[in-house]
């Protein structure tokens, strides 16, 4: 068993995603639906074809952040792997990438996500270089922190990396920990206010006390205080979050980005804050299994 079989076979099962964690079958995500297929992986394999795939060089780095993001073309088709450490051992979650460059009429859009991926406005990223030499004008911010974590889709691999611990999924907290840590901030009391990813509300108790707004179980403390409100102790989603501005499916952390460059910069109109010099963000995906955390501001 090598990476080339197992991609092709997700390759020709259609799968957009390829799960792989030792003892357990290959996982794939068809359309949506995850099922597994064939005989359990055994762990050492796994292992073995993880260390060929990021090299010596990159191992010490995968031991240490316990994740690595590597993109390789395997068996002909192009993918974006991570690399991660869970309680089963190393496992590997791959993106298979499309060959082919999708066109908003080929994708057969409904008519209401059609009108909205082709508003004149959004969000690019550049180098500094670029930024120097074609500056635009108006209020800058700039992203001062950053952290991903990525773990196995699945529940109970979940539950059983955080077991004894204070925190039920503590790769989300080390998400936006890591962002704190690079902008060279203490914590989330050195931010003026939070955008989270409050698609249900056990979503947002889940990033009260992670994000460290309260201890381990307390979220609800933060709600009774009223910590959380416009004129509280760290506003959280003061534009409505997704109840008063909708949910942009696959770009609600885009959106949060610019909502917090809206803020930093004094042109978020009736939902500007007074003090907002330094807004953090928290979004998750796939049931957790992804944790993306920024920290925006504009020093």
């Known amino acids: 068993m090598n990476l080339e079989s197992l991609v092709t076979l997700a390759r ?34 796994l292992a073995e074809l993880a260390r060929n795939l990021v090299g010596e060089a990159h ?18 088709v192009r993918c974006r792997i991570n690399v991660l450490h869970s309680l089963r051992g190393v496992g590997l979650a791959i993106r298979l990438l499309a060959t082919t460059q999708a066109t908003l009429k080929r994708l057969n859009l409904h008519p209401d996500l059609k009108k909205l991926v082709q508003l004149e406005t959004g969000l690019v990223l550049v ?40 925190y039920p999924l503590p790769h989300v907290r080390d998400a936006v920990h890591d962002a704190f840590r690079r ?37 609800w403390k933060a709600i009774e205080n009223g910590d959380l409100e416009r004129d509280g102790r760290c506003p959280v989603n003061p534009g409505g979050g997704l109840l008063g501005i909708g949910h942009p499916v696959g770009a609600t ?10 803020q930093v910069t004094g ?17 998750i995906g796939g049931s957790t299994t992804t944790a993306v955390g920024f920290v925006i501001g504009t020093d």
């Open 253 to 262: 952390g885009v959106r949060m980005v610019l909502d917090a460059h809206r």
């Open 12 to 45: 020709d099962h259609g799968a957009s995603d390829l799960h792989l964690e030792g003892g357990l079958p290959a996982a794939l995500r068809v359309r949506g639906t995850l099922k597994t297929v064939g005989e359990p992986i055994p762990a050492a394999t």
């Open 59 to 76: 191992w010490r780095e995968l031991v240490a952040r316990r994740s690595y993001d590597v993109a390789r073309t395997v068996a002909g």
């Open 183 to 219: 902008a060279g901030i203490p914590g989330v009391e050195a931010v003026d206010a939070v955008e989270t990813h409050d698609c249900f509300t056990i979503s947002e108790y889940l990033a009260i006390d992670h994000i460290g707004l309260t201890g381990p179980g307390e979220s």
């Open 127 to 166: 180098s500094g270089r670029f930024l120097a030499e074609r500056a635009p004008s108006g209020p800058r911010s700039r992203i001062q922190g950053w952290g991903h974590r990525t773990v196995a889709l699945p529940l109970a691999p979940k539950l059983r990396r955080s077991a004894g611990g204070p």
């Open 267 to 283: 042109t978020a109109g009736p939902t500007q804050l007074d003090r907002a010099r330094r807004v953090a963000t928290l979004n």
